[in-house]
Nanobody
Framework: QVQLVESGGGLVQAGGSLKLSCAAS????????MGWFRQAPGKEREFVGH????????YYADSVKGRFTVSRDNAKNTVYLQMSRLKPEDTAVYYC???????????????????WGQGTQVTVSS
């Protein structure tokens, strides 16, 4: 049974930083691309960024490029989202996702991803 468990969410002031973690179990972690999505109230879930199975390729949404960094530790079966220079519009529930991949392809659509975590709330105050 695959489980993705996010942690690290919370309340932060605009301009601050926060680091999310997602611990994966029940899958061969090194064979999966790992990603982050977010969903604000009343909005659709949107792609934030993801990292390839080997960790050498990353993709980001334009809205977070240069501020957010996705990384992974295959020895710990964990993926991270380092968020810096946070803005109030970054407020959302952040979800971790996984999809099998050995090609380093780009996956930005919700339907591209197979497994999902339950999410962690990030609130950025102005």
């Amino acid at each position: 049974q695959v489980q993705l468990v996010e942690s690290g969410g919370g309340l932060v002031q605009a301009g601050g930083s926060l680091k999310l973690s997602c611990a994966a179990s029940g899958l061969t972690f090194s064979g999966f691309a790992m990603g982050w999505f977010r969903q604000a109230p009343g909005k659709e879930r949107e792609f934030v960024g993801h990292i390839s199975w080997i960790g050498s390729i990353t993709y980001y949404a334009d809205s977070v490029k240069g501020r957010f960094t996705v990384s992974r530790d295959n020895a710990k079966n964990t993926v991270y989202l380092q968020m810096s220079r946070l803005k109030p519009e970054d407020t959302a529930v952040y979800y971790c996702a996984a999809t099998a991949d050995y090609q380093g392809r780009r996956y930005t659509n919700y339907d591209d991803w197979t497994y999902w975590g339950q999410g962690t709330q990030v609130t950025v105050s102005s």
